[in-house]
Each structure stands twice: as C-alpha cells, then as structure tokens.
C-alpha cells in the first residue's frame, strides 16, 4: 500500500472573485522530493499555506502525515519544517536566539549543539550575535532553512528554496535535500526555477492561475527525451490568457 504523506483533494482558495488556488488534488509518496512547479502567481504559495494549515481553504481538504490540515493546523505544524516565500525572523532576536527560541517551541534537545552545527554548515558562525533584522537576505535564507530541519522533521515544506543563495551555497543545500529524502525522509518544494526542479526533483505538479495542468515524475520525462523546461512553457503556453 502507497504511504503518502501528502494528500490534496479538491483544494480551493479564493479572495473575493479571484480564484488563487482551483480545485488542485495531488498526492506525495513517502521518500519523494516532489516539486510544485508554476510561474510567479500561479498559487504555489498558496498550496503551501493551506498544506501547513496556515490559510483555511475556501473548499476540499488536504491530509499531511495523516493529520487533517484543517481539523488540527497546529499539529500539522508542529511535525513539519516550513520555509516561508519571505524569510521573515524576528528582527528582535539575534540568529542564535531564533533557534533557540525555536528549539524550545520543539523541544529540541541539545539546541545550542544543533545550533552550532547548522552556523557552521551554511557557513554563517560569524552571524551568530547579529540581530535578524541586521542579516541580509541570504544570511536570513540561510537562518530559516535551519529552523526548518534543525528538529529533523520527516517532512518539509519550502517555498522557493534556493532563492536567495550563492551559487556555492546552492549546491551546498541541493546535496542536503537530495542527502535528506535518502535517509527516508520527504521534501516539497515550490519554485519557478524549472532547473533546479528538473536537476534534483522525483516527481512534481505544474500548477498554471490556480489549476493544476499536470503531475508526474522526472525519470517519465527523461525517458521520453525531454526537458522539464521545454515541457512546462508547452503545458503553460497552451493555457488561454485571462
């Protein structure tokens, strides 16, 4: 029998007539690093804050580790990792205060040794004391992608993963996630960077103004000679403009 450790069915999201997210089901297997693949504004991030039970939806349901993201939001976000679209750390805490704060909120054992782990990994030791709201954009990146794992969760959610990040440090977090979905565990990411979806994901889903176009898996693609750059503008360039 199938684990899947994501289940969408039929989630929809409007804001007064415009309709962000139209009635998308999808499911995740256990073990994948699944992408959500869309231009800016197809209602990526959207999907994201309904699976992590941050927005209700405006119809369907989803179900995350077998946990009704709408019955218990909470709970969803308590097992999961989440990378939100804008990395926003309290700007009042310094980066080591943020993990640890966020260690407590875990319970987390050990979090200034795990802390320390992560400072020297995303090479930022030397941010350790510096208030977020002085960090720049990668260094909050990178602050926010260790909150994300520093419980190890068997699920992670990350919206635009390698946005803000140098090319070295790209690589660094690419061999992190494919290392991580090999232990076992599961990733979904959103992102517009068919690329990198194409380079390090299993499967993915191609959401275009809030409708779910395709889902399918990489190797199908490649078996058949194709690029995932090549067959997303063929999917997208055939949806009628609004």
């Known amino acids: 029998m199938t684990d899947y450790v994501i289940r969408a069915d039929g989630l929809t999201k409007m804001y007064g007539d415009l309709t962000a997210v139209n009635r998308v089901s999808l499911s995740v297997e256990k073990g994948a690093l699944y992408g959500l693949l869309g231009p800016n504004g197809s209602g990526k991030s959207t999907m994201i804050k309904m699976l992590t039970g941050q927005i209700r939806p405006t119809a369907g349901s989803a179900a995350v580790l077998g946990i009704d993201t709408q019955a218990d939001p909470v709970g969803v976000r308590e097992r999961v990792g989440i990378i939100p679209e804008q990395e926003t750390p309290p700007s009042f805490l310094t980066a080591t205060e943020y993990l640890q704060f966020v260690g407590a909120i875990r319970k987390v054992p050990n979090i200034d040794e795990k802390a320390a782990?992560?400072?020297?990994?995303?090479?930022?030791?030397?941010?350790?004391?510096?208030?977020?709201?002085d960090l720049s954009r990668g260094t909050r990146q990178k602050l926010m992608f260790a909150q994300a794992f520093i419980h190890k969760p068997g699920l992670a959610l990350i919206d635009e993963p390698l946005i803000n990040f140098d090319p070295i440090m790209q690589h660094v977090v690419k061999d992190y996630l494919r290392d991580y979905v090999k232990a076992g565990n599961t990733i979904f990411v959103s992102t517009h960077i068919l690329e990198v979806a194409e380079e390090i994901?299993?499967?993915?889903?191609?959401?275009?103004?809030?409708n779910l176009l395709h889902t399918g898996t990489v190797a199908d693609l490649t078996a058949d000679h194709r690029h995932l750059d090549e067959f997303f503008l063929s999917l997208v360039q055939r949806v009628p403009h609004a």
Do not use: Y
């Open 201 to 210: 994901c299993s499967g993915f889903a191609i959401l275009h103004k809030g």
């Open 117 to 133: 782990w992560w400072f020297d990994f995303l090479d930022f030791a030397d941010k350790k004391d510096v208030l977020c709201k």
